[in-house]
């Protein structure tokens, strides 16, 4: 404990306390930060040596979900933590994005940052401090890292901003921002809301960021309290000879290889320029390939952005402005409950919609409170959407980072549970990609989801930015709708999603040191003009949601219960819901324990039996009450009814006017006969008398 250290700060009001070396002492940087009762762990380590062959930065983020943080026994067989889950991945990518831009380029050691919740408390989301922790151990180490970053949680309350909000701020806010950057500029975004204009969602931003620079002059005084001297590691270079040479013979290809528009011919002509390269320097080609390959990279990037910068010129030929070629159709899918086709260029994407009971809604077994999902959207992308041929793999953290982001997009315009009875879940399968898949996800799903008959509030569109920086003469060039090449080749990917009326759904992040304020508005405005046009291309196709659903979708008719009669509805075992659910073919139930009842199924006649059957069973019959009922018994004194699920005994001296000697003159076991309630004693047995028409 002799190199102990403790830290104090304020960050949103609230207290932050950092604790330096106690844990962890082989780790290149370590710490713990507490706010609440929530406390986050993150460890920084470095490989002694960088990786041969390599032509990127091999950073590793993990964000470690312990179930113990918050007094949890994991479920399943093993009962230990797994796979991480979806929010684990989309932390582990918060803490990743604006990490990343900040290493020297040319670094090929492994880096590894592992954030672990240690406890958690309800009203303090571990995110936003891992992302601080994470930014705190690798600024303390001795790994190069250009930092510090600073992150923060930017919610909306009552008209006000709040840094960091809590349970029930959060569940008032109507937007939900995360923002991270350096002192100096925005290094990513990461934003839900509730239809805000571009206006307000730049307020918030730069509100982030002026905490965000407090956060930054914080950690730069636990560095130089307990900051380790940076390792002196040299940044791959490429022999300048070898360059040299390489762009004199290829630049003069590249350049006219680039000039053609047309992506498969580009790309024909950017191959037939390799296999010069490699005819021409088959003596050098096998030790240095991977150098030749980036000399190529960095000839093709410095032409398609000078291009770009100086005469507007993008390489499909388009303006920074333009949007490229917009195709779709809805209703592509004969059997399915809702679909639709949504192409932009040669990215296309289809979307399918599923309708189902509130049950099968996805349970989250997580740290969070929530515990089930009513909406689903999932992203895939297989090898051939990219003309790839492999082998198909697992659901990758860019397939969950895509889905969540429509996902996010999408649950603003969603009806709620009560206007809208149904789990829905909307998947997106990329079938060619090429630029921007996950913003025609969400416009894919927005169709699909209309198609399908969802009353969702308006449509919504997405679109993806781009940046050209020049970091000499300081020009800027913002490209909307980016395809492929741009993505790989500027400095900015910048998503937003929205409607008409403001935006729901925003990711950004920065491949350079950071963009400021007036690049954030440009960008965004940018957006809102190419979202309009978006919308009215999807609105070729259909313009609001169909009024009834799919005939193989199911049908839902809802009705509340005496809670109190729950039990009796379900029986012992399950025995009386079971046996309603045999004789009903086809039906599904499902009972909340405030008594509401969702009846499911594809046959409207079997849904309305289940619920007569159900409502027999909760009915609570009055001195009065008349109704039609069946004979089912008869004893000497008397006959047995049933009636709306219960059952009475109309006396022998009740069932005509005049004296009857014997029941069976009057009724027969199958008769209906319509019958008023006369008495029910403290049994609840009841006496009814027949009513003569």
């Known amino acids: 404990m002799d190199n102990y250290k403790k830290f104090e700060t304020t960050i949103g009001g609230k207290k932050v306390v950092v604790e330096v070396g106690a844990l962890c002492g082989l780790a290149n940087g370590s710490c713990t930060v507490t706010c609440g009762e929530t406390v986050v762990m993150a460890n920084a380590t470095i490989s002694e040596n960088p990786r041969e062959g390599l032509d990127y930065f091999p950073l590793s983020v993990d964000f470690e979900e312990k179930m113990y943080a918050v007094g949890k026994i994991p479920g399943g ?286 349970k989250i077994d997580d740290i969070t409170e929530e515990e089930y999902k009513r909406y689903m959207h999932h992203y895939n992308m297989p090898p051939y959407a990219t003309g790839e041929a492999r082998p198909l793999r697992a659901t990758g953290r860019r397939e969950v980072g895509h889905g969540a982001l429509a996902e996010r997009a999408l649950l603003p315009v969603l009806p709620s549970e009560d206007e809208f009875p149904y789990a829905i879940r909307t998947v997106s399968e990329v079938l060619s990609s090429n630029g921007s898949s996950s913003m025609a996800s969400v416009c894919g799903s927005s169709m699909s989801l209309m198609n399908a008959g969802v009353p969702i509030k308006s449509a919504v569109a997405g679109i993806a930015m781009g940046l050209i920086k020049d970091s000499v003469t300081g020009k800027v060039a913002v490209l909307s709708d980016i395809q492929g090449m741009e993505d790989f080749l500027d400095d900015m990917d910048f998503k937003v999603a929205g409607t008409s009326k403001g935006i729901t759904a925003i990711q950004m992040d920065i491949k350079i040191a950071g963009i400021d304020e007036n690049i954030i508005k440009t960008a965004l405005a940018q957006a809102q003009e190419g979202r309009m046009h978006i919308l009215k291309k999807m609105e070729e196709s259909i313009k609001k949601p169909n009024t009834q659903l799919s005939q193989y979708a199911p049908k839902i008719i809802t009705f509340n219960i005496n809670p109190d009669k729950i039990r009796e509805v379900i029986g012992t075992g399950g025995k009386v819901i079971n046996k309603i659910i045999d004789d009903c073919d086809g039906v599904k139930i499902d009972i909340t324990d405030e008594g509401r009842v969702c009846v499911g199924g594809t046959d409207q006649a079997m849904l309305d039996k289940a619920k007569k059957i159900i409502d027999g069973i909760c009915f609570e019959p009055t001195i009065g009450f008349e109704s039609t009922g069946k004979v089912v018994r008869i004893i000497p004194i008397g006959a047995f009814v049933e009636f709306n699920g219960k059952e009475g005994m109309i006396h022998i001296s009740k069932l005509s006017k005049t004296r009857v000697e014997k029941v069976e003159d009057v009724v027969k076991i199958g008769d209906e006969v319509h019958v008023k309630v006369i008495k029910i004693d403290e049994k609840n047995r009841i006496d009814l008398q027949r009513v003569e028409k």
């Open 77 to 362: 067989f093993r009962k230990r933590e797994g796979r991480a889950g979806d929010k684990a991945i989309l932390t582990s990518r918060l803490i990743d994005r604006p990490l990343r831009p900040l290493f020297t380029k040319g670094i090929y050691n492994d880096v590894s940052m592992v954030v672990t919740t240690l406890s958690i408390d309800p009203d303090v989301d571990p995110a936003p401090f891992g992302m601080l922790a994470s930014s705190i151990a690798l600024s303390i180490s001795d790994i190069p890292f250009n930092g510090p970053t600073g992150s923060v949680v930017v919610g909306r309350v009552d008209k006000h901003f709040v840094i960091n909000p809590n349970a029930e701020q959060i569940e008032k806010s109507d937007m939900h921002v995360a923002v991270s950057g350096t002192a100096e500029a925005i290094l990513m975004v990461e934003a839900g809301a509730h239809e805000v204009t571009e206006t307000d969602m730049l307020a918030a931003i730069m509100f982030g960021h002026k905490e965000i620079k407090a956060q930054v002059e914080f950690i730069q005084t636990i560095v130089k309290k307990v900051g380790k001297t940076k390792l002196d590691i040299k940044p791959h270079k490429i022999d300048e000879t070898l360059d040299h040479k390489v762009r004199s013979f290829a630049t003069s290809y590249m350049e006219k290889a680039l000039t053609e528009t047309d992506l498969e011919k580009r790309r024909a002509a950017e191959d037939r320029v390799d296999a010069l390269v490699k005819d021409q320097f088959v003596e050098l080609y096998d030790e240095n390939k991977q150098d030749i390959h980036s000399v190529l990279y960095n000839i093709k990037k410095e032409i398609v952005r000078e291009k770009i910068l100086v005469s507007g010129t993008r390489p499909d030929g388009r303006r920074t402005k333009d949007i490229r070629p917009i195709w779709t159709n809805v209703g592509v899918l004969p059997r399915v409950h809702g679909s639709a086709v949504f192409t932009r260029g040669s990215t296309q994407v289809l979307n399918i919609c599923t309708l189902g009971m509130i049950a099968d809604a996805q």
